[in-house]
């Protein structure tokens, strides 16, 4: 299932628990939570940064395949082009003095799915994350 | 996401209950600005009931312990779930933080 959110300021919990609530996401409370971290952070990212003043539409959808083993969450924005997976990932050996206060974001992402992919298509953002959610 | 900050002698003990997200993290920022000033900070944070942390709450927690640590104090968070554990791990905050 999916829909288009059209404006998205200020509408980031909307966004995602529309996609919590969608069929595809599976009951286990481990995977609920980190598909709700992943979800957050992927969502949070778009709704704060693809659009000055966050004036445009977020298309969040989650689907599964043939044999319901595999969740897809793809999320499309018209915004200003940008790959969030070119950022490097922080070093987490540091020291809290050395590290910077952000970008946990989309590490946070990486490390709770199995795969996160972008690309841009047709003028649109285009983020696809997957996770095995049965054996 | 409910917190209590509690008074007792040198001990600041914090309770912290229910999710930190999108939603509240700016409240939650503002929450904890109390533990952000005094000399010698001595900060006890009960997880017990902290069910969720997004990226948005490490934030606070981060910006949190590097001001206890410039004001020579100490702080330890406990009884944290072990999702939130996991988080905590993988983003090399239990490094950084006394979790016990």
Do not use: H
Not at chain 1, 20 to 34: A, G, V, Y
């Amino acid at each position: 299932m999916k829909k288009r959110f059209n404006p998205i300021k200020d509408r980031a919990s909307e966004i995602i628990e529309f996609l919590m609530d969608s069929p595809d996401i599976p009951q286990d409370e481990s995977l609920r939570f980190k598909l709700r971290l992943s979800i957050e952070e992927a969502v949070e990212n778009v709704v704060s940064y693809a659009y000055d003043g966050g004036i445009g539409w977020l298309e969040a959808g989650t689907s599964l395949d043939n044999d319901s083993l595999i969740l897809t969450i793809e999320l499309r924005d018209a915004g200003t082009p940008f790959n969030p997976l070119e950022k490097a990932d922080p070093d987490v050996t540091l020291s809290a003095e050395e590290r910077a206060v952000g970008g946990l974001g989309i590490f946070l992402c990486k490390k709770m799915m199995d795969s996160i992919s972008y690309r841009y298509e047709d003028g649109n953002n285009v983020l696809t994350m997957t996770k095995k959610i049965a054996e | 996401m409910d917190i209590k900050i509690i008074k007792e002698g040198q001990k600041t003990i914090v309770i912290l209950d229910g999710r930190i997200d999108t939603s509240n993290a700016e409240k939650f920022q503002n929450d904890i600005a109390p533990l952000l000033v005094g000399d010698n900070p001595d900060i006890d944070i009960d997880c017990s009931g902290m069910t969720y942390t997004s990226s948005q709450g490490l934030r606070s927690f981060l910006t949190l312990q590097k001001s206890v640590n410039a004001r020579r104090g100490k702080m330890v968070m406990r009884n944290m779930n072990p999702q939130v554990k996991e988080v905590f791990d993988i983003t090399g905050f239990s490094n950084i933080i006394s979790i016990i």
